[in-house]
């Protein structure tokens, strides 16, 4: 296969940027796309074994990830190198297909983002604080991968500036919520009991003034002529 080649999708599941291409968006209180089946399922089985360590569950954090910047965790290079799947993973999110996808149905540029990929680990006492993501991150994409009871009702919740609920996204194992960031997209979680650990990969399309270049899941983007 050429190494400019897509990747053909596994047998039996429509690819993100067919559902994506399928799927009106929503308006309220930010436009938005609800996406289902969202990763392959051996995507899907690879983040469900991953475990990184106690260190990476956060319960309380004030509201903010960056409190435990030190413990955050990352599909990078030596990631990807270490299992198949997850650089598969990478690879179709990263591909032209996918950024062509999220260009024309989300009308934003995406030729110098670079790809992160964060598995967020949380349990009992965890919250956000209502935020924007506005800054360096082009695309948000916010995957649940939560298992067990209640884990349905764990999603993200789509706020008011206050902190509001207002939407609030599915938990359904493998659903997401997508969107474009702005000075409207208010976002959080609401504090509610967590039975166990909420699992979600948070995708993110960062521009060059991203500073962080090791979680990057490629380094940096260039600009190919």
Request: proline share 7%.
């Amino acid at each position: 296969m050429r190494a400019d080649a897509p990747l053909p999708e596994r047998a039996g599941h429509l690819a993100l940027s067919d559902r994506l291409a399928q799927t009106p968006a929503a308006t309220h209180p930010f436009p938005h796309w609800m996406l289902e089946d969202v990763l392959e399922p051996d995507a899907c089985e690879a983040l469900l074994e991953w475990n990184p360590g106690e260190s990476a569950i956060a319960g309380d954090v004030g509201g903010r990830r960056e409190t435990r910047n030190a413990y955050r965790v990352f599909v990078d290079p030596a990631v990807r190198a270490k299992d198949a799947r997850l650089n598969r993973m990478a690879e179709l999110l990263d591909g032209e297909p996918m950024r062509a996808m999220f260009e024309h149905v989300c009308q934003t540029p995406l030729d110098e983002a670079a790809l992160r990929l964060e598995l967020c680990l949380d349990t009992d006492g965890f919250w956000l604080e209502p935020h924007t993501d506005i800054g360096a991150k082009k695309l948000t994409l916010l995957i649940s991968l939560s298992t067990g009871e209640e884990a349905e009702q764990w999603g993200t919740d789509l706020m008011t500036p206050q902190g509001e609920s207002v939407a609030r996204a599915s938990g359904v194992f493998n659903s997401a919520v997508l969107f474009i960031p702005s000075d409207q997209t208010w976002h959080g979680f609401v504090a509610r009991p967590i039975r166990g650990t909420r699992r979600t990969l948070i995708v993110n399309f960062v521009d060059k003034n991203w500073r962080a270049v090791h979680e990057l899941a490629f380094g940096p983007r260039t600009t190919q002529s």
